[in-house]
């Protein structure tokens, strides 16, 4: 049984300690996303403290598992308590790790992966996702609109080299032909793209 009661708890200390989980809209989004595919295995990419991962398993059916990577230990180590408290540690399935070394490794294949991890590592994460995802899987990759930054032509030093990796991103899922992709404004821009292999 999923203990909604400390899945509030969790969401509120993250959004208290400035961790940057999931928007509520994106969410809900994500949440129609899941109840139609039925999915049997996600891979998400940035784990943070599990809040999105818990929620993924509560709008999934028992049997669908949750493979999740983080790079942060203290994140990763926090996810994994609190994933206990909330009933849901034998559906998620906790990697400490960098996403671009840990991805290649895998040898699960997936109905869902959901990105939303550094954006200047978007482009690799593809890459690597659509090894692993099975055919008319979907990818989904939060913050794809940065805050606007990337339909902007003027932007700070430090935005420029994720704003320019999240172009390629996008330029890759829009126009390669065996991807179809939906872009939409929820949250920080929410992408989601249909392989057909
Ligand atoms: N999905 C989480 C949620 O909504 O609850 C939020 C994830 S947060 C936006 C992004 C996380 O990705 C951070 O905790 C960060 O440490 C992690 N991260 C960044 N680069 C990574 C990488 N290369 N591999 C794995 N995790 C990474």
Same mark, same amino acid.
């Given at each position: 049984?999923?203990?909604?009661?400390?899945?509030?708890?969790?969401?509120?200390?993250? #959004? @208290?300690?400035?961790?940057? !989980?999931?928007?509520? $809209?994106?969410?809900?989004?994500?949440?129609? +996303?899941?109840?139609? *595919?039925?999915?049997?295995?996600?891979?998400?990419?940035?784990?943070?403290?599990?809040?999105?991962?818990?929620?993924?398993?509560?709008?999934?059916?028992?049997?669908?598992?949750?493979?999740?990577?983080?790079?942060?230990?203290?994140?990763?180590?926090?996810?994994?308590?609190?994933?206990?408290?909330?009933?849901?540690?034998?559906?998620?399935?906790?990697?400490?790790?960098?996403?671009?070394?840990?991805?290649?490794? #895998? @040898?699960?294949?997936?109905? !869902?992966?959901?990105? $939303?991890?550094?954006?200047?590592?978007?482009? +690799?994460?593809?890459? *690597?996702?659509?090894?692993?995802?099975?055919?008319?899987?979907?990818?989904?990759?939060?913050?794809?609109?940065?805050?606007?930054?990337?339909?902007?032509?003027?932007?700070?030093?430090?935005?420029?080299?994720?704003?320019?990796?999240?172009?390629?991103?996008?330029?890759?899922?829009?126009?390669?032909?065996?991807?179809?992709?939906?872009?939409?404004?929820?949250?920080?821009?929410?992408?989601?793209?249909?392989?057909?292999?």
């Amino acid at each position: 049984m999923i203990n909604k009661e400390e899945l509030e708890i969790l969401k509120k200390k993250a #959004l @208290d300690d400035h961790i940057p !989980i999931i928007m509520d $809209d994106t969410l809900e989004k994500i949440k129609e +996303i899941l109840e139609d *595919e039925k999915p049997k295995r996600i891979l998400e990419i940035g784990t943070a403290v599990g809040y999105s991962a818990s929620k993924f398993a509560e709008y999934t059916e028992k049997d669908c598992v949750i493979d999740t990577i983080e790079i942060d230990e203290n994140r990763a180590n926090e996810a994994i308590e609190n994933v206990k408290r909330i009933g849901v540690a034998d559906r998620i399935n906790i990697m400490i790790g960098n996403a671009v070394d840990i991805l290649p490794t #895998l @040898d699960n294949k997936y109905d !869902i992966v959901f990105i $939303d991890a550094a954006k200047g590592k978007y482009p +690799i994460f593809l890459e *690597e996702s659509i090894k692993l995802i099975n055919d008319n899987g979907l990818i989904l990759a939060d913050n794809v609109l940065y805050k606007g930054y990337v339909m902007s032509d003027y932007n700070l030093h430090k935005q420029r080299t994720a704003v320019r990796h999240l172009r390629e991103y996008i330029k890759e899922i829009t126009e390669n032909e065996n991807l179809e992709t939906e872009i939409l404004e929820v949250g920080d821009g929410l992408s989601i793209t249909r392989v057909h292999k």
